[in-house]
């Protein structure tokens, strides 16, 4: 039988949140944490309105979901996410002990492992999930931004 909650079905969920931040002229990544199959936490960029560095994707489904769980860990969550986290956003994963993070393009110039930081030794990490689709959302938006200029 076929799962119908796999990491393509849950990365197409944080794409949708990418295309809210793509509306709203931020940068679109969006994010997701799962739990036993069901989204307890969403969250796309908000770093423009919310005049804010930190108000990264991940960084606000961190924190809905541990509202949510009324815990600091989030050791049986997935974070799907569509873009490599950087260096803050996998920093906050290590200290929530994420138990695994699925992420989509890769970053080569902010990305965690670009930066050789890591993330906690038990979470697994899986890449290129709708890769193609979460750079296509990327390009979309710096390209409208070069346009611009």
Request: aromatic fraction near 10%; charge should be negative; glycine fraction near 6%.
């Amino acid at each position: 039988m076929i799962n119908p909650f796999d990491d393509t079905y849950f990365m197409k969920k944080a794409l949708q949140e990418a295309e809210l931040a793509l509306a709203e002229g931020e940068v679109p990544i969006g994010a997701v944490i799962v739990c036993n199959n069901q989204i307890i936490a969403k969250g796309h960029n908000q770093v423009e309105t919310l005049n804010d560095a930190t108000a990264h994707a991940e960084m606000l489904a961190f924190t809905a979901a541990t509202n949510y769980l009324g815990s600091k860990y989030l050791k049986n969550c997935t974070l799907y996410v569509t873009l490599e986290p950087c260096q803050m956003c996998a920093g906050a994963a290590f200290w929530a002990q994420v138990g695994r993070i699925v992420y989509g393009a890769t970053d080569e110039q902010r990305g965690y492992e670009h930066w050789h930081c890591k993330v906690h030794p038990k979470t697994e990490v899986v890449k290129g999930v709708l890769a193609e689709e979460s750079q296509a959302l990327l390009d979309t938006f710096f390209s409208r931004l070069r346009k611009k200029k």
